[in-house]
């Protein structure tokens, strides 16, 4: 089945330290991939997004996720967090072909900040 | 530009009731999504408009339903409320159908007492 999986439900880490947050897809072909950002009580920002090309790519607020096909994965990074990144983040996909817009998400990935 | 605008933001509702929620789009963005966001379920696809047509629908019941006006506002609706259906609903615009980004709006909370 198609899936979409985010391994950490909860994260901590230090205000200036690098951050790592996994997701792993399960498709037939590459899906169209992206990450959201959800602060409490907020919507959905886009942060970044892969369809193709360049395996590595640039987000907002300096984030950046690559693209790795022989692991399926689209892991999201920060080489330095700051207080305000504390917020929920999923990862969603979309099919290649077909379907319209329908996302599918993970279950997302609690980050804490400490200071 | 502004962005996605839902109304009403908080909205309390008895069990057995309907309620319609509002989404305005991005200007110029044609589909709109609708997700339901619960802490069980996490964030689940409703459905997408596009063009006033119904393009996609997730698998919800027939208590779900939604339209979209020529200006690509949406609403949805849900009948015969129960108490699983408390949620934040989402509602996403996007440029066209099929593959563009989609950007969110604050959602509606809805809670059923």
């Known amino acids: 089945a198609q899936s979409v999986t985010q391994p950490d439900i909860h994260i901590t880490v230090s205000e200036g330290a690098s951050l790592e947050l996994r997701c792993n897809y399960s498709y037939g072909a590459t899906p169209y991939l992206f990450w959201y950002v959800q602060s409490p009580g907020q919507g959905l920002q886009l942060l970044l997004k892969y369809f193709s090309g360049d395996t590595l790519v640039q987000g907002i607020k300096g984030f950046e996720a690559e693209f790795k096909r022989s692991q399926s994965s689209f892991n999201l990074r920060k080489p330095s967090v700051h207080w305000s990144d504390a917020a929920e983040y999923f990862c969603a996909v979309f099919p290649p072909t077909g379907g319209g817009n329908k996302l599918t998400f993970g279950t997302g990935t609690q980050l804490k900040v400490e200071l | 530009k502004a962005g996605v605008t839902q109304t009403p933001r908080y909205l309390i509702k008895t069990r057995g009731q309907q309620v319609t929620l509002s989404c305005s789009p991005i200007?110029?963005?044609?589909?709109v999504s609708w997700y339901q966001q619960t802490p069980g379920q996490g964030l689940q696809f409703l459905f997408e408009y596009f063009s006033e047509t119904q393009r996609n629908k997730g698998n919800f019941p027939g208590r779900f339903s939604g339209r979209q006006f020529s200006n690509s506002r949406s609403e949805m609706n849900v009948s015969t409320l129960e108490l699983g259906d408390s949620a934040l609903y989402l509602c996403a615009s996007s440029l066209l159908s099929g593959g563009h980004e989609q950007y969110f709006g604050p959602g509606t909370r809805l809670t059923v007492t």
């Open positions: 200007s110029g963005h044609r589909s």
